[in-house]
T-cell receptor, first 112, second 113 residues
Framework: GQQLNQSPQSMFIQEGEDVSMNCTSS?????WLWYKQDPGEGPVLLIA?????ELTSNGRLTAQFGITRKDSFLNISASIPSDVGIYFC????????????FGKGTKLSVKP | KAGVTQTPRYLIKTRGQQVTLSCSPI?????VSWYQQTPGQGLQFLFE???????NKGNFPGRFSGRQFSNSRSEMNVSTLELGDSALYLC????????????FGSGTRLTVV
């Protein structure tokens, strides 16, 4: 079945560093969503992308909808400690947008 | 405004029992989706309800069921619990089921022993 491959699985960040992660699929998506999940909480929507090639920012976060419609990228600039958490990409399956398929997530931790 | 409320937050059940989880969506939201989150499988879609009708169903056995009431509140039920049902169950609501309006609750952590 369809799946979203997210990489890297985990990464360590130092305050001030830029961070990049991506998500790929074997199928075309018409929408790409990026969520962040903190421990003990549900995912929170960060950015939604609706058009191939679209580049959208939300503060220090920038996401792009790949031109092939099979991938998406999320960049975090000048990371801060509160950026720590798990980032998920997601896309809708089928006609209804209530059915999302999620990547396995990229876990951001602080460098020791 | 109040967010998506899921109750209870934590639950411990024994194998073979059944469990009912509750989700109160944001006021005015008519679409409710349920997801199961486990370390191994990640976030997986269970089902979606809109105006009391199940609109979509994920690939889960029939032991997993749900319903939505006229006030948009939703419940999901798992019968004959198995150890593998231990997971964080998340509910998300949206006004119409569009893709940018889904807000997740904090989840119910179910442990089956």
């Amino acid at each position: 079945g369809q799946q979203l491959n997210q990489s890297p699985q985990s990464m360590f960040i130092q305050e001030g560093e830029d961070v990049s992660m991506n998500c790929t699929s074997s199928s075309i998506f018409n929408t790409w969503l990026w969520y962040k999940q903190d421990p003990g909480e549900g995912p929170v929507l960060l950015i939604a992308l609706y058009k191939a090639g679209e580049l959208t920012s939300n503060g220090r976060l920038t996401a792009q909808f790949g031109i092939t419609r099979k991938d998406s990228f999320l960049n975090i600039s000048a990371s801060i400690p509160s950026d720590v958490g798990i980032y998920f990409c997601a896309g809708p399956l089928g006609g209804s947008q209530g059915n999302l398929i999620f990547g396995k997530g990229t876990k951001l931790s602080v460098k020791p | 405004k109040a967010g998506v409320t899921q109750t209870p937050r934590y639950l411990i059940k024994t194998r073979g029992q059944q469990v009912t989880l509750s989700c109160s969506p944001i006021s005015g939201h008519r679409s409710v989706s349920w997801y199961q989150q486990t370390p191994g499988q990640g976030l997986q879609f269970l089902f979606e309800y809109f105006s009391e009708t199940q609109r979509n169903k994920g690939n889960f056995p029939g032991r997993f069921s749900g319903r939505q009431f006229s006030n948009s509140r939703s419940e999901m039920n798992v019968s004959t619990l198995e150890l593998g049902d231990s997971a964080l169950y998340l509910c998300a609501s949206s006004q119409t089921g569009d893709n940018y309006g889904y807000t997740f609750g904090s989840g119910t952590r179910l442990t089956v022993v």
